[in-house]
């Protein structure tokens, strides 16, 4: 008799569960990162963390589990503004999943249980 072939269709199955209880909700469905929208005057440079993102309009992707400093610079005039990170609800979904018992911690731990809030900004500087 041949045992390999079940005992292999045991192993996928078991790395399929595994793989499929050691990951959260929130990190599944929205992932690590989360894309950032700032919309300025068009002439206007924009800095995501203190890194050149674009001209006028900018998008990035950034971490979900922290805050970020957006800076918009026009000729002379500078606007900052940061964002902050909130629960994602996403992350509850693992309660059906797993009781919350591995899916719940495991978006913390990756940062996948917070959100980027305001993820679309509009900033114009205006000097006086």
């Given at each position: ?10 192993v ?22 989360q ?19 674009g ?17 918009v ?9 940061d ?22 911690p ?18 114009i500087?205006?000097?006086?």
């Amino acid at each position: 008799m041949n045992f390999n072939l079940p005992l292999k269709i045991v192993v996928l199955m078991t790395i399929l569960s595994l793989s499929l209880l050691t990951s959260g909700c929130a990190s599944m469905i929205n992932g690590q990162q989360q894309t950032i929208h700032v919309k300025s005057h068009e002439d206007a440079t924009i800095y995501i963390d203190g890194r050149f993102a674009g001209q006028g309009m900018a998008q990035r992707k950034v971490s979900r589990d922290e805050s970020h400093q957006i800076i918009v610079e026009l000729n002379d005039c500078q606007i900052q503004y940061d964002t902050e990170s909130r629960f994602n609800k996403t992350s509850l979904l693992g309660l059906l999943l797993d009781l919350g018992l591995i899916s719940i911690p495991t978006d913390f731990l990756t940062g996948a249980a917070w959100q980027v809030h305001p993820n679309k900004i509009q900033l114009i500087p205006e000097c006086n």
